[in-house]
């Protein structure tokens, strides 16, 4: 990859994040956030107002932040599945773990549960999910990519199943609109502390993938040609699921369910870099901060309202998803 798309690569994010901060409902003049923030490092003289500083240091930032970890996580996630399971049109969810976090965030929510529960469940049931899958999946110490995808669906559709009864019951003043709202993702819950904990998962994962980014590529063309190679495909792949599972539970346990990010993005650094996974990785992670930070940055400022995240990347997933199918007949080309 050339010097010129690294350089592009990491400045658009940080171009994309300064302007997260001063932009929105209430506008803040770029210098002004400038000085707020070199004022947490450096002596400077608070000449701007107390109301501007909270906006940008209380709200803005931990909110750009998490939008920032969650889609370079998606991202990542889905270029490694999509590697692994040697087909364009799948996502990080396809493994159930969206739709067992949702389960956990529901019952959390029936419970009563505060934002720290709620999000310990979510991740906790995100890794249930996950670990049901690849345990139904797995045949004679082996876990065929057919097998691992069909498990993936019929977990997916338990907990989906578990979720529509959790809403059966839920109150319907209060608690069954708390369930549909975090369902569809928000960032608007984001805090430090959520970062604190997120963070450190997200990194760990995405590490984790760059670490066997070669061994991917190889594992891309197959299982048989893999192993030809002296690359223990069974080791790989529950590698890969474990640290694609870590990020995507953390990522939905802070946000809700984002969904389409893991299946458009790798698509658009695949066409940027290509399909070698040692750029594509680093690649989907850049173009994943900053889509859903702009995608976040819409949310929140179209309207009076907090527009949630899954319905605008719904809007823009679907029809690249109908883009995909005609290209692709559902193939790898």
């Known amino acids: 990859m050339s010097k010129k798309k690294i350089i592009l690569l990491i400045a658009i994010p940080l171009v994309v994040f300064y302007v997260s901060l001063f932009v929105g409902r209430y506008m803040i003049d770029p210098m002004t956030v400038l000085r707020i923030l070199l004022a947490k490092i450096f002596p400077i003289t608070h000449n701007w107002s107390s109301t ?59 419970l009563s549960a505060n934002i720290w529960e709620l999000q310990l469940a979510a ?31 019929i977990v997916a559709a338990f907990f989906s199943a578990l979720v529509s009864g959790a809403k059966l019951i839920a109150d319907p003043e209060s608690k069954l609109p708390a369930i549909t709202y975090w369902l569809l993702g928000s960032f608007n819950r984001a805090t430090y502390k959520s970062l604190y904990i997120v963070i450190p998962i997200i990194v760990l994962g995405s590490v984790g993938l760059m670490l066997v980014s070669w061994r991917l590529n190889v594992l891309s063309m197959g299982d048989d040609e893999a192993r030809s190679m002296g690359v223990k495909t069974e080791s790989l792949k529950f590698f ?17 369910i984002v969904g389409w990010v893991g299946l458009v993005i790798p698509h658009v650094g695949r066409m940027i870099v290509g399909p070698n996974h040692r750029w594509l990785l680093p690649t989907s992670m850049a173009l994943g901060a900053v889509f859903l930070l702009v995608v976040d940055d819409i949310a929140r400022t179209a309207t009076p309202l907090d527009i949630p995240i899954g319905i605008l990347t719904g809007l823009i997933g679907a029809p690249f998803f109908a883009y995909l199918l005609r290209r692709t007949k559902g193939g790898w080309k």
């Open 52 to 110: 501007a500083e909270v906006i940008v240091i209380q709200i803005r930032l931990p909110r750009a932040i998490l939008a920032i970890f969650v889609g370079a996580g998606l991202s990542i996630s889905g270029t490694a599945y999509q590697g692994m399971f040697r087909n364009p049109l799948v996502s990080p969810d396809i493994l159930g773990v969206s739709a067992a976090a949702g389960f956990g965030a529901a019952l959390a929510i029936l």
């Open 123 to 153: 991740f906790a049931f995100g890794v249930l999910g996950v670990t049901l899958t690849y345990l139904i999946a797995r045949v004679y110490k082996t876990t065929p990519t057919l097998m691992l995808v069909l498990s993936g669906v």
């Open 240 to 256: 890969i699921i474990a640290c694609t599972t870590l990020i995507t539970a953390s990522a939905v346990s802070v946000s809700g």
